[in-house]
């Protein structure tokens, strides 16, 4: 697949989903291995495994701070995820991403004694360059598992920056981009949950559309 190089010092639409819509997480301990990996593969010295990069004692606690990417939102769902990611240095989105999605891949198909491949291609990206776009994306993303309506078992297998931004846990992600735009954090979330309802619209209007092309 040809892409087009992406521009350093912008932010991207990131995502992806299992192939044939598989489960990417079957439990916990595969969603910690892919939260693991969103932090320790993104550097810009080589890391070539999380084993590798653990068994350095002296480093096992410290990231490098050179980073290829800055996480604004993140989501990681059942069988899908989207980042809002910052390139941060030339090529550094498609080399974080080839770490992540070939690491996790690796693991996955060694855990579960097959083979193949995980992910659906390589990933999908979509420039952000409109702020109000970029406010609507964080929610998006930020409360992607309400989007979907994910509930029972499966919302065990949810995580996402929402608790970054409305609980004020230091985590991941560099939320001054979004949340210098309002006044406190409580004005975020109203922003974020009169958001919802456009969201699930416009969810419900694209399911419908894929139905009417089917049936021409």
């Not at 776009?133 to 929610?139: A, P, Q, R």
């Not at 309506?149 to 995580?159: D, H, P, Q, T």
């Not at 949340?179 to 309802?197: G, H, M, R, V």
Request: net charge positive.
């Amino acid at each position: 697949m040809n892409r087009e190089p992406l521009v350093t010092g912008e932010h991207y639409h990131i995502y992806n989903r299992g192939v044939d819509k598989r489960q990417l997480f079957s439990d916990l301990h595969d969603v910690d291995r892919f939260f693991l990996g969103m932090t320790v593969f993104n550097s810009v010295k080589p890391i070539f495994s999380i084993r590798d990069f653990l068994d350095i004692k002296d480093n096992a606690n410290t990231i490098p701070d050179k980073k290829l990417v800055e996480f604004v939102a993140y989501c990681l769902n059942p069988n899908h995820y989207h980042f809002i990611l910052k390139q941060l240095v030339d090529g550094g989105i498609a080399e974080f991403m080839k770490r992540l999605n070939g690491g996790y891949t690796w693991y996955f198909n060694k855990r579960n004694d097959r083979n193949g491949a995980l992910l659906q291609g390589t990933y999908k990206s979509k420039h952000v360059s409109d702020n109000d776009k970029f406010l609507e994306l964080s929610v998006y993303v930020n409360m992607n598992n309400k989007v979907h309506k994910i509930s029972g078992e499966n919302a065990k297998l949810v995580r996402s920056s929402w608790a970054e931004y409305t609980n004020g846990v230091v985590g991941l992600c560099e939320k001054k981009s979004v949340l210098e735009q309002f006044n406190d954090i409580s004005e975020y979330k109203k922003f974020a949950f009169d958001t919802l309802p456009l969201l699930h619209k416009r969810k419900e209007e694209e399911k419908e559309l894929k139905v009417l092309m089917l049936e021409q």
